[in-house]
């Protein structure tokens, strides 16, 4: 999409107005809830999930576990908005801009931009943070890297997912879901406990100089206040974003790159996580299809490279 589209959007939207509220199974809460309001549904019975959703809801663990709590056998979209699992994790989202036509580097289906939905650690994980690794620069931190579409103006970002949107054909391509700030952590600490084997008195500083903490309270906040976000960054991610392009976007089309086709297509030169284009997808009830996003043959670079590719698959999630 062009940059002047991905501004506008920004405009309108705003870029720090939204929460985010996050537990395992969110996303199909919110598929209920989608498709309630979509008919115009108060209620719905436990008979009928699986009708309205096109897609077996119903033996979801989250959406079982609010069942024993009504024993008319119905769900209201009150009930569901109630839901409060214990793993409920709150995120602030905001907005920005990437790309600049750089196919290498802005990592794009066509040689234009995205929208990327930055999702950001709540305030009370970042003061956490500050006072564990003792980061010798607050505004640019040891797990950050400003050359990704991360957040640079007070917020951390956890994770983003980039969007190329088309309104004309009601669809969006999330580009890519990734993270920068729990795989640096990781292989900070990996490092750290490596070296300690041979020198138990090693400080963390040693391994990146921008960490002050001590070897304890970097153990702290790696194993214990990083570690409830590592299990569920990715699923995070992407619920945000299907929320966001539904009830924001109001757009229904949803697209996902398979691992092969995205290599190829953005020219990726390293290899992503194959659990992000495999695993993660599948769970959210993508399915993969050959029928490739038709805005995406309108564009004269994409055909190009989707010629050359062959037999391009995709990951598509409908209404």
């Known amino acids: 999409m062009k940059l002047e589209l991905v501004n506008e959007i ?100 066509r040689n234009q931009s995205n929208l990327v939905l930055q999702v950001n650690f709540p305030t009370l994980h970042v003061k956490k943070y500050e006072a564990l690794v003792k980061p010798d620069d607050l505004e640019h931190g040891p797990f950050e890297s400003w050359c990704h579409p991360v957040h ?82 990715a699923e995070a991610t992407m619920a945000a974003a299907i929320h966001f392009i539904r009830s924001e976007l109001g757009i229904s089309n949803i697209y996902y790159h398979t691992f092969e086709t995205g290599i190829k297509l953005k020219q990726v030169s390293g290899k992503p996580p194959l659990s992000l284009y495999t695993k993660l997808p599948k769970s959210f009830g993508f399915k993969v299809t050959q029928a490739t996003p038709e805005f995406l043959l309108r564009d004269k670079n994409s055909r190009r490279y989707l010629k050359a590719i062959g037999r391009a698959e995709w990951f598509y999630l409908g209404e």
């Open 10 to 109: 920004i405009e309108c939207l705003g870029g720090e107005r939204r929460l985010f509220c996050f537990y395992p199974g969110c996303h199909w809460v919110n598929t209920l809830v989608n498709a309630m309001q979509q008919r115009g549904l108060s209620t719905v019975k436990y008979g009928e999930l699986n009708t309205l959703c096109d897609t077996n809801v119903r033996d979801k663990p989250v959406i079982k576990n609010a069942l024993k709590y009504f024993a008319d056998g119905k769900l209201s979209i009150t009930d569901l908005a109630c839901l409060t699992p214990a793993e409920t994790q709150m995120f602030n989202l905001s907005l920005a801009a990437w790309g600049d036509g750089s196919r290498g580097w802005d990592q794009t289906s």
């Open 152 to 233: 640079q103006e007070g917020r951390k970002t956890m994770a983003w997912a980039r969007m190329d949107i088309d309104f004309a054909t009601n669809t969006v391509l999330i580009e890519e879901i990734q993270n920068d700030w729990l795989r640096k952590a990781q292989q900070a600490w990996r490092k750290i406990e490596k070296r300690r084997q041979k020198n138990p008195t090693l400080k963390p500083a040693t391994i990146n100089s921008e960490i002050g903490a001590s070897y304890e309270a970097f153990s702290k906040y790696i194993n214990q206040e990083l570690a409830v976000y590592e299990k569920h960054w």
